[in-house]
């Protein structure tokens, strides 16, 4: 009222009847659905229901009582008010801290779990590490110049990329298809710094076109160079120096690892590998990798010395093979008896195919077969080599007599001789 008569006696102003309320947007308002029983979990102690009614109307808030459910209407001033922690708050304020206990909330937890994928990568990851390789990483943007460098012809099916849509540098204007260019880039910043020893890996994702997105693969790529026994004065060269064999032998253990049989590996031109020393692995007659030495083009681009070894791997179609769950095997009851057989064999026949008619003709008595020594050169023909294998015998049943493993044997030389014309050394 005193407002009322300055503004008429200062102002001018003339006093009207009635009540004029100016408010075009008026908001609605905030209701909150308060369930009871949450006061009790978020506070830690019970609020009876009708002393928290009285304190959230003293608040001045509007409350429509429930069976442990609670409408409340909020008023207009009180902005801060907008979910239900809100309201156990202000019951918690006016109920009294020193009213609620003190101790430690009990939350049930969940025990955490790898996914599987990720298991499996840590595993591949641990085996290649006991294998003296060292995990690389490199980026996931490339360019489609990088591919020249590997021999590619203009149909492969890695030069099929996907373009970035902002590239920022030149360089990277591509999702990579291959871990390849990544290693020797790598290999061929350490070998600039005079680091010649290097046993490296990746284990990462590849991208190529699937229609209208874009598909990604898990892959694997080894690269090898330089010495792998180091100190080793007494030994040979070529026995310190990274070889074929070397980078095999790593991927063997992984597929042992992952209990993946069945593995192939065939001599076979690649693009990037030496002409005569490149292989490709195969899992019931899919390719699922490649590994041999670097072509010398290749290794020229990159400013690599000439006996570097390189892998890349499918690993998508190895993990799909791959058995996780350990078998238990029981220890043998009889001994093994062992009979070492040397053959000659042409050049052209692959060890593996030999091995295999070993084992075919072995039958169930044949425990295992182990190559233990490769030779050439007199008296052993040109384009021939002599292989040695020791043969392992065990029956499960009984003790294996003499007759029954030599008649095993026979069957072996006999299987040999005649698929494969080899001469049997006694």
């Given at each position: ?25 008026p908001q609605p308002k905030r209701q909150v659905q308060l369930a009871w029983p949450s006061v009790a979990r978020l506070l830690g102690t019970a609020v009876g229901q009708a002393d928290g009614v009285a304190i959230l109307r003293s608040l001045g808030c509007q409350v429509q009582e429930g069976h442990e459910n ?357």
């Open positions: 009222l005193r407002a009322q008569q300055l503004i008429q006696e200062v102002a001018g102003g003339r006093v009207l009847s009635g009540t004029l309320d100016v408010y075009p947007s609670l409408v409340v209407t909020v008023p207009s001033f009180r902005r801060d008010v907008e979910r239900v922690e809100d309201l156990v708050e202000d019951v918690a304020r006016h109920y009294g801290y020193e009213r609620i206990p003190e101790h430690m909330p009990v939350e049930e937890t969940a025990l955490a779990s790898r996914a599987p994928v990720l298991e499996a990568e840590r595993m591949v990851r641990g085996v290649l590490i006991r294998a003296g390789l060292t995990e690389a990483l490199t980026v996931s943007l490339t360019t489609p110049a990088v591919l020249d460098g590997l021999r590619l012809p203009a149909d492969h099916p890695w030069r099929s990329m996907v373009p970035l849509r902002n590239p920022l540098i030149e360089d990277h204007t591509h999702l990579r298809t291959t871990l390849l260019p990544g290693l020797l880039q790598v290999a061929r910043v350490n070998v600039s710094r005079r680091v010649t020893d290097a046993q490296i890996f990746e284990l990462g994702r590849t991208f190529h076109p699937s229609g209208t997105s874009v598909a990604e693969r898990r892959r694997l790529a080894l690269l090898m160079t330089g010495r792998v026994l180091r100190g080793a004065w007494n030994v040979p060269p070529e026995v310190a120096m990274t070889s074929y064999f070397h980078l095999k032998g790593a991927v063997e253990s992984l597929l042992h690892e992952l209990r993946v049989d069945g593995a192939a590996f065939a001599a076979a031109p690649v693009p990037w590998l030496h002409p005569a020393r490149g292989a490709t692995m195969s899992l019931d007659g899919r390719t699922v990798g490649t590994l041999g030495e670097l072509h010398p083009e290749v290794a020229a681009a990159y400013d690599l010395p000439s006996s570097v070894h390189v892998a890349e791997l499918d690993l998508e179609a190895l993990l799909q093979r791959a058995n996780f769950l350990p078998q238990f095997v029981p220890l043998p009851r009889f001994p093994a008896v062992r009979r070492d057989l040397a053959a000659i064999i042409a050049d052209d026949v692959p060890a593996a195919e030999v091995e295999r008619l070993i084992a075919e003709a072995g039958g169930s008595l044949l425990a295992s077969v182990e190559l233990f020594d490769v030779y050439t050169g007199p008296p052993v023909p040109v384009g021939h080599r002599n292989l040695a294998y020791a043969l392992s015998f065990r029956s499960s049943e009984r003790t294996l007599s003499a007759e029954e493993v030599d008649a095993a044997v026979r069957r072996i030389t006999d299987t040999l001789t005649r698929r494969l014309r080899a001469k049997i050394r006694q």
